[in-house]
């Protein structure tokens, strides 16, 4: 492997960089980053990827929310820029940086991934769904579409919005498929629990 430190070097980048989100960015923030990151390493260990491809993995998580740095919407381009740069300056081989950005761009909603590596971090970016503790993320979601995206819902719409995406929604790889998608479906009943209950 060329570069043994350029995950740690990325990931102290990193952790600066997503220092400066705002505190009204209550999920895609450094714990958010640091989840996913976490999820996708666990599940290319144990799916029995490469240490090439588990690099390019993780390299892609702690870049994939970077751009929220800077716009909201969208934010996926100015990861991917932020990453290339990133690893053009760290003369990383092309192949490298094709693979993190093909990665980053996996993560657009609606997820359509074309390589293992892609659905590993498709599944890992909504890992959450199959979270016991779901109901606060989702809550967390919530509260931050209020402030960045102006989206307001009544308990109503925001259970009715939760219940479309989950049931929509669909893990890739083998772990995704046969484990967290068993818990996710576990989640399903928490959404018709009114937070007054």
Not at 15 to 28: A, C, E, Y
Not at 32 to 39: G, S
Request: one cysteine or more; aromatic letters at 10%.
């Amino acid at each position: 492997m060329k570069h043994p430190f350029l995950v740690q070097n990325v990931f102290r980048q990193v952790s600066i960089l997503l220092s400066g989100l705002p505190v009204t960015m209550t999920f895609h923030n450094l714990k958010h980053t640091y989840d996913v990151f976490l999820a996708a390493t666990e599940m290319a260990v144990a799916g029995g990827n490469n240490s090439e491809d588990i690099q390019i993995l993780q390299l892609a998580t702690l870049f994939h929310d970077t751009g929220y740095l800077f716009e909201y919407t969208g934010h996926e381009e100015k990861s991917k820029l932020i990453a290339a740069n990133f690893l053009l300056r760290e003369d990383c081989p092309e192949a490298l940086i094709d693979g993190v950005v093909d990665a980053i761009d996996a993560t657009k909603v609606p997820q359509q991934p074309q390589n293992d590596i892609q659905r590993i971090i498709c599944d890992a970016d909504l890992f959450h769904l199959a979270h016991p503790d779901y109901p606060n993320f989702a809550n967390c979601l919530r509260n931050e579409w209020a402030v960045h995206l102006k989206k307001e819902f009544t308990d109503d719409e925001w259970r009715i919005n939760n219940l479309k995406f989950m049931q929509q929604h669909h893990y890739f790889t083998e772990y995704g498929i046969h484990t967290l998608n068993t818990l996710k479906l576990q989640n399903l009943p928490n959404l018709f629990v009114h937070q007054n209950d």
